[in-house]
């Protein structure tokens, strides 16, 4: 290999660990940064930042910039606090608050319980949102997770947590086929998933 491809070799390894992204692709992407520096130095810059200011919310695990650490839809009096929508992503989150059909809290789990790969109660805040249900008098939780073996062990260990409160804990279903992400589900068929949803 080449003197001046070997400093490219950090890069293309820090690439390689973005969903999707495999060697070839990175080794690409980093030879487009080499010969758009300009460009790269842009994205270099807006990385810094993003890692510098965004943090997650307090409350929900949003991404937000506010000193407070509460993000704006958790700051938003308009919405309805009585029910959390807990989703598995923020692909899931920003799919829902896209179209409108829902008006109420949401809770972002960044996944889903998975002992094989190390993802645990602690790490998705379970505990934390539980005695956030509790404490607040949250009338419904709304569960938005995958069809999964994960997302099982995931919506029964929120159903026990919770078996001894008057929450209404609900799934969407209707409208939305088995094994579909709600990424890429229409607006009409989101409305009829949220209106059809089931207790679990």
Not at 5 to 30: C, N, Q, W
Not at 39 to 56: G, M, P, Q, T
Not at 162 to 188: C, E, M, Q, R
């Amino acid at each position: 290999m080449l003197d001046g491809f070997s400093v490219l070799d950090d890069v293309v390894r820090h690439l390689s660990k973005l969903p999707g992204i495999g060697e070839k692709t990175a080794t690409r992407y980093a030879l487009w940064m080499v010969e758009h520096k300009e460009d790269a130095l842009l994205l270099s810059n807006a990385l810094k930042s993003a890692a510098d200011e965004i943090k997650l919310c307090k409350l929900c695990r949003n991404l937000t910039r506010n000193a407070d650490g509460v993000c704006e839809l958790c700051k938003d009096t308009t919405r309805d606090n009585s029910v959390i929508c807990v989703v598995e992503s923020f692909e899931n989150f920003l799919a829902i608050e896209s179209s409108s059909v829902y008006n109420g809290t949401y809770y972002i789990l960044g996944g889903l319980v998975s002992p094989l790969y190390g993802i645990d109660l602690y790490r998705l805040g379970l505990d934390y949102l539980v005695k956030r249900v509790i404490e607040e008098s949250i009338n419904e939780v709304i569960l938005v997770v995958s069809s999964t073996l994960e997302g099982d062990l995931t919506t029964q260990y929120i159903k026990e947590s919770l078996k001894n409160s008057k929450v209404k804990i609900t799934k969407i279903a209707s409208g939305v086929p088995l094994g579909t992400s709600i990424n890429f589900v229409d607006k009409s068929t989101l409305i009829e998933a949220f209106k059809g949803r089931h207790a679990v």
